[in-house]
């Protein structure tokens, strides 16, 4: 099992930045394929990036490819969203959660409570 923790979230005036963190517990983190996602009000959860175990292969939604970019430190169990350009339909919760799989249909088992990125125009 892994324990997720976001951090970073917070308000930003459009054409922005913020860096999103998510800390994660337990010795198995680099076993798990991480991945970026979020909830505006009224609509469902959408993908937003992905990170494979190591690092090297990441894929990312077309709303945010180009300005967004994924990373993670398997040392310190985290793993990053780096956000820029930001614009108000980035407006939402976003959420870090965890998988066994690489792959567009991989199911996410573990999630963290989310942290609230709010673009203003």
């Known amino acids: 099992q892994v324990q997720l923790a976001e951090s970073g979230g917070g308000l930003v005036q459009t054409g922005g930045s913020l860096r999103l963190s998510c800390a994660a517990s337990?010795?198995?983190?680099?076993?798990?394929?991480l991945g970026w996602f979020r909830q505006a009000p009224g609509k469902e959860r959408e993908f937003v990036a992905t990170?494979?175990?190591?690092?090297?292969?990441?894929y990312y939604a077309d709303s945010v490819k180009g300005r967004f970019t994924i990373s993670r430190d398997n040392a310190k169990n985290t793993v990053y969203l780096q956000m820029s350009s930001l614009k108000p339909e980035d407006t939402a919760v976003y959420y870090c959660?965890?998988?066994?799989?690489?792959?567009?249909?991989?199911?996410?088992?573990?999630w963290g409570q989310g942290t609230q990125v709010t673009v203003s125009s």
């Open positions: 959660a965890a998988s066994a799989r690489f792959a567009s249909d991989a199911r996410y088992d573990y």
């Open positions: 337990g010795r198995t983190f680099r076993t798990y394929v």
């Open positions: 990170v494979s175990w190591s690092g090297s292969s990441t």
